[in-house]
């Protein structure tokens, strides 16, 4: 059964089970510092082992402090991405590998690749949300403040993206005062969010307790992003990893909300079912459609936005088995309202960012938002009165309201409708439309530039932390 036919019963199931073991068990907060102030804060707390339970009245304040308002906001924070007619899709990340869009090898990822893919996303109109798609291999340990300019420099959408080190959440966060116009305009209007992913069942690393709890600090939307693994760090059934997926959310949904009251937070998981033949993840599974879609269900349980990954494939090359694997994490998650799909790029189980899947996804995802848009209930005077005077075997071709209405149906612009002879007579495959599309972007498009001066101040920066040769690149 998909996600998408489950009721709120269900809901309420899985939050009481949550509920169950956040009350009895707890979770593990390996960090000494966050541990003292949840234990100042009320929560019982267990020090030898670390274990943090969460008690009703807790859990009633958090839940009543939750925010339900969060948006994300373009750079210029003039209109904030709209999440009420359906699913928003965002760019996958942060693997170290990309496909080269030159030759087609696999290789370590750039900064190069960061900007050019990000560039990529900004000028594709269904990407709603830009991530850097890729890990800046060449630029060390402070890759991700790289990575954050770049993302600030090259798309005027909103974008995501975390920082490795808690010492860099300040930095990160001056790049986006420098571009909102201060750290009170950014709240105001914020676009960026961050991501961090717990460790299931019950765990953070200390060190992504430390940047949640900076980021929340300075009023940063957070996302729980859950990666929990059915047969493996979670129950093999769905409903069972369904439990652990939202007992880990929620659990932090209450710490930080209680440590930071009316802080901006997301509902995440990029969960996926263990396969026992090969010991991997298969990004391409359908329950990984499926497990998302119930992450979705459980976000709108709590009233919040949800990120969710699809639109996976576990497929190494722009072939049959991509577009199947597409789909079918995809569609699960568009009809449970899943408010952003987090994948588009991503290709050999997220390992890997390829150029030219990123253009094919783009069109994959016109294709779904068009098919999820159903058949519009309108007056049919206009068209009965058609059909009556063509009935019998008449032709509405030449009809006037054929040829107002008929653009609203939807044409690919890279799929190939064409007959045969046409289609033989081009020559050019899919893979080779999609390069030659994303060539012409990265040659072409130029998103709307920062301001000199703020541009300026993002290199200085940049520069405390990789040296003073650091610049940006036209």
């Not at 890759?143 to 993302?151: N, Q």
């Not at 930071?260 to 026992?276: K, R």
């Not at 990984?288 to 190494?316: H, P, Q, V």
């Not at 390069?435 to 040659?443: C, F, G, H, S, V």
Request: glycine content about 8%; hydrophobic content about 45%.
């Amino acid at each position: 059964m998909l996600a998408s036919h489950l009721h709120n019963s269900t809901a309420e199931r899985v939050h009481a089970k949550s509920v169950e073991i956040l009350d009895e068990v707890g979770f593990c907060v390996p960090e000494r510092d966050t541990l003292a102030r949840l234990k100042a804060a009320g929560f019982p707390v267990d020090q030898e082992s670390q274990m943090v339970r969460v008690t009703p009245e807790l859990l009633e304040t958090a839940l009543t402090q939750l925010p339900r308002n969060v948006a994300l906001y373009h750079r210029a924070g003039e209109k904030p991405v709209t999440f009420e007619h359906g699913s928003c899709f965002m760019g996958a990340g942060t693997p170290v590998n990309v496909f080269d869009l030159q030759n087609g090898v696999r290789r370590p990822a750039t900064r190069q690749d960061v900007r050019h893919l990000v560039t990529l996303q900004d000028a594709l109109p269904q990407v709603d949300i830009v991530r850097p798609t890729v890990t800046a291999t060449d630029q060390g340990e402070c890759s991700d403040l790289v990575e954050i300019a770049e993302l600030l420099r090259c798309t005027g959408k909103p974008v995501v993206h975390r920082t490795l080190s808690a010492e860099r959440v300040d930095a990160a966060v001056e790049m986006l005062a420098a571009v909102a116009g201060g750290e009170d305009a950014f709240r105001a209007c914020p676009n960026f969010a961050t991501l961090y992913c717990p460790i299931s069942p019950g765990y953070f690393t200390p060190e992504n307790i430390r940047c949640m709890l900076r980021w929340a600090g300075h009023g940063v939307p957070v996302t729980l992003l859950s990666m929990a693994m059915g047969g493996a760090s979670a129950p093999a059934t769905l409903l069972g990893e369904l439990v652990v997926i939202n007992t880990d959310v929620l659990a932090w949904i209450v710490a930080l909300q209680i440590l930071y009251p009316g802080v901006p937070l997301l509902y995440g998981s990029v969960s996926a079912v263990l396969d026992m033949r090969t010991g991997l993840l298969p990004l391409g599974a359908p329950e990984r459609g499926m497990i998302n879609a119930g992450a979705a269900m459980m976000a709108r349980y709590y009233g919040m936005l949800s990120m969710c990954g699809g639109l996976s494939t576990d497929a190494k090359a722009l072939d049959s088995q991509a577009g199947f694997e597409k789909a079918v994490t995809a569609v699960p998650l568009m009809l449970e309202g899943a408010d952003i799909i987090y994948g588009v790029g991503a290709v050999d189980a997220g390992s890997t960012i390829s150029y030219v899947q990123m253009v094919l996804d783009d069109e994959l995802a016109a294709g779904l938002w068009r098919m999820m848009q159903g058949i519009g209930l309108h007056d049919l005077e206009e068209e009965v009165a058609l059909i009556k005077a063509n009935t019998p075997r008449g032709n509405f071709l030449k009809a006037k309201h054929t040829r107002r209405t008929f653009r609203q149906h939807w044409q690919p612009g890279i799929l190939s409708r064409d007959a045969y002879e046409t289609w033989l007579a081009k020559g050019k495959s899919i893979e080779q439309i999609c390069n030659r599309k994303a060539q012409d972007i990265l040659t072409q498009h130029r998103p709307p530039p920062l301001p000199a001066g703020i541009e300026a101040e993002l290199e200085r920066i940049v520069r405390r932390y990789l040296g003073p040769n650091f610049y940006f690149e036209p």
